[in-house]
């Protein structure tokens, strides 16, 4: 999530999660507890007892799935790239119809699966809960490979690699971001575990608060929504800021001697046009527009790269961060000495490298929608450990790569320190149109957990699905965006405000939030006794020998050095959350105590 990236795209186009991605099922999420029994508190062991029989289910399925497709072969992987995936739509119908009766193509199964995923939020209309295992077993139909790419699409963002490694240097850099991929997808195996634990047909998970709700309750569902909203929300201001620092670019020309647009106006532009895209309600409807996200990327990598000969663009250097020209290009094996990073001195200069780095690798938020989707999600680790290593070479060779040829003088984001203003403005078009995308993204997301968490539930407003719940969709958008530009054009400063955001909850995302899930899970299971304990389906009740203290102190010590490392991981997240906001704020202040920045300035920031 780099630098803010065309690459948080993974909406739902060219894949089959339409229906049911995560935006879409929030409203489920806050009112799903059983589709007979609604009201009856679900236990931690009833979902464990329920995802244990999906899981062999899946696996069943996954296997016959396999033998109908026929043997893979190179040829017609291949091939498969290039067609509409017939021969396996067929086969996952002859799976799917042999193990849900009554449904004979698996056009009519997605049909009713959206109907059921529609009416749950305002009640059951006639469907039974057999029929809501149906529709979940029918939306499921994701390969590990397909997932593999969504995940490449939602976390790659190299962006601001070359300038994280400049304040940081080569080797500090290389740790850091080594030692951050590795933990990203420690975190992602967390959720992983967590979901194969507590996912099932009966009770599917949908979004990331779902995980939080089945180990902790209602409080912390409401507590992970509303901090995703806040995210959301700040990463649409951030997109603001950052495009219209594009748009003041393309504005002054070749020459970049005038001032070009006012610098206000070139941010309403932008928020403008996602008054205008952000009435889409539903996600499916930009899904043909997120399959441009990964080449838009690549794109952009292969401007930066070739136009590195040129050198740094010194103006934005200089108007950003205050740096003078005409020094000579420097790089540093460890950390840059004062005066020769733009991050700020010292400690301060490689907290804010860690907090860009860190903000690469977030994407976790959406890792739940993902596996709802997988037809045999136990396969994910494949998707998760392969997408990690392509994005953690690109960070790597990107940033340094650029770094080598800039220096001291890299820019974030990379595209706007292209000192050749037809390659820039081509960079700054590319990332204008994947950027306002990701935005309408966020936007979308962020105001529905915002609508269901405060005004539905919270204020009785209606529900999103109602013509009265449309119409205050039409004017809450306006208002979100308007907030998300006031917030941008506040905090003018782009490297500090996306590393503002990277610490304090990209972080928790993706590395704090897990942990604090890991210690929580695997103490509630590891303090089941197969023996003595069991669930029975009939009466959906389950025979504790013990409560309290006595049990978790059990759970706990059933695997002591894996829930201690656990635990020291989200103490470890918690202090670097903290170290991060504290450089960022500090980097802000210093900022605007020197007129580097500028709160709601006609003078553009770069």
Known sequence: MASLPPANLALDGGDPRKSSFQAENIVNDVARIDGTDKGRVVSFEEYMYHAAVTRAEEKEANARFIAARGPRTIKNIIKGRFSRGKKERDASTQVASSLSAGETDEKGRRDDALQVAESGSTGNYGVTAEQRETAGRALRTASWGTIFYLITTDILGPMGSPWAFAQMGYGPGVALYTVFGFMSYYSGWILWKVFCGLDSYK??????????????????????????????????????????????????????????????????????????????????????????????????????????????????????????????????????????????????????????????????????????????????????????????????????????????????????????????????????????????????????VVYVEVFHELLGFPDLTTTTGKLWWAALIPIYWSVAFIVGAAVPQFSY????????????????????????????????????????????????????????????????????????????????????CYSSIESLRQAFESNIATSLSCTPPL
């Open 203 to 448: 009770f599917p998970i949908r979004g990331y608060g779902d995980f939080f709700f089945r180990l902790f309750g209602s409080w912390a569902r409401h507590f992970i929504n509303i901090a995703q909203a806040v995210l959301l929300m700040l990463n649409v201001a951030v997109l603001v800021l950052s495009n219209g620092q594009s748009i003041s670019q393309i504005s002054r020309g070749p020459s970049g001697a005038s001032m070009g647009i006012c610098f206000v106006a070139c941010m309403l532009i932008f928020m403008a046009a996602g008054f205008l895209l952000g009435q889409i309600r539903t996600l499916q409807r930009l899904g043909w527009l997120a399959n441009l996200s990964v080449w838009l990327t690549i794109t952009l990598v292969l401007l930066c790269m070739g136009s590195v000969g040129y050198g740094p663009n010194y103006a934005a250097i200089e108007a950003s961060f205050g740096m003078p020209p005409g020094m000579p290009i420097q790089t540093f094996a460890g950390m840059p000495p004062p005066g020769l990073a733009t991050g700020g001195v010292g400690f301060i200069a490689s907290l804010n490298g860690l907090n860009v780095a860190v903000y690469a690798y977030g994407g976790a938020l959406l890792f739940a929608a993902l596996m709802a989707e997988m037809r045999h999600p136990m396969d994910f680790w494949k998707s998760l450990l392969i997408a990690e290593i392509f994005i953690y070479g690109m960070y790597i060779f990107f940033g340094i790569f650029i770094y080598s040829y800039q220096g001291q003088y890299t820019y974030n984001p990379a595209v706007q320190g292209i000192a050749v203003y037809s390659i820039q403005t081509a960079g700054n078009i590319i990332s204008l149109i994947s950027n306002l995308i990701a935005a309408v993204l966020y936007s979308n997301i962020g105001l529905k």
């Open 497 to 580: 405000i996306v590393g503002l955001v990277g610490a304090l909850f990209i972080l928790s995302f993706t590395y704090t939030f897990p942990a604090w899930l890991a210690v929580g899970y695997w103490i509630k299971k590891d303090a089941m006794i197969e023996e003595e304990e069991r669930f029975d389906p009939v009466t959906n009740t389950y025979n504790y020998v013990d409560h309290g203290w006595k049990r978790w102190r059990r759970g706990f010590m059933k695997k002591p050095l894996f829930n201690s490392f656990n635990i020291f991981y989200f103490l470890g997240a918690l202090v670097t959350c903290a170290l991060g």
